[in-house]
């Protein structure tokens, strides 16, 4: 199972940024995707989450300027961020697992991605 991430980058307070997570040797819709983010010097943090029927999750730190999708057809999960603040700065790692695990509970993931980092500046 390979995850990878893109679309990060660096943008200003209020812009916006779509990471992508393309998942290959995983069935997407068997399972639980979801989006993790590391701040330096910080613990990792759940950030939104997707079930297996399409609920989605988020950390209330992001909802509702977060939206989390999937694309079955593309083996791909987004993540759209908008009115992003510089306290979202920090790297977005991408997880999954065909079992349960939730945005507190990020050690039952057992696939993750290498990360793409997110930059926003005042």
């Known amino acids: 199972v390979q995850l990878v991430e893109s679309g990060g980058g660096s943008v200003q307070v209020g812009g916006s940024l779509r990471l992508s997570c393309a998942a290959s040797g995983y069935t997407f819709n068997n399972g639980f995707m979801a989006w993790f983010r590391r701040a330096a010097g910080k613990e990792r943090e759940g950030v939104a989450r997707?079930?297996?029927?399409?609920?989605?999750t988020y950390a209330d730190s992001v909802t509702g300027r977060f939206t989390i999708s999937e694309d079955n057809a593309k083996n791909t999960v987004y993540l759209q961020m908008n009115s992003l603040k510089p306290e979202d700065t920090a790297m977005y790692y991408c997880a999954a697992d065909p079992l349960y695990f939730s945005l507190t509970t990020p050690s039952l993931a057992t696939y993750w991605g290498q990360g793409t980092q997110v930059t926003v500046s005042p």
């Open positions: 997707i079930d297996r029927d399409g609920i989605a």
